[in-house]
């Protein structure tokens, strides 16, 4: 969702001044960065993580050892990637709820909770 704010999407600000102050788990914050096009991407994304409190959630022992098993177990039948099953990780670690506009990622994840994110 995030991304989708920096696009420009209305329905993605609306969703985060909903949510201030929240907290992102470092894999996405590392992707957002993949996602930028340059420095200056770079600098409006630092600033507005920033202004908005935003807490990168680092990795740990507990988070890795659940990523382990969701891709031990959703690889095969729903082509769980790395990314996806950190993020999924934290979430359970922490007990937040994912805000994501790709819910298919995470929908079979019984232990999560989900609140689904439209762009419009």
Partial sequence: MLIWYLRGNDHAR??????????????????????IQNKMELGILQ???????????????SI????M?????????????????????TV???GEILLTANDKHY????NIQIQKFRPG
């Fill in 92 to 94: 359970m670690e922490t």
């Fill in 107 to 110: 929908g079979f994840i019984s």
């Fill in 69 to 89: 098993f969701l891709v031990e177990n959703f690889f095969l039948s729903h082509s769980m990637e790395t990314g996806d099953a950190m993020i999924a990780a």
């Fill in 14 to 35: 609306k969703a985060i001044n909903k949510n201030i102050p929240f907290r992102i788990s470092v894999i996405t914050y590392l992707e957002l960065i993949q996602g």
């Fill in 64 to 67: 890795s050892t659940h990523a």
């Fill in 47 to 61: 600033k507005h993580l920033k202004k908005w409190s935003v807490e990168i959630i680092q990795i740990n022992e």
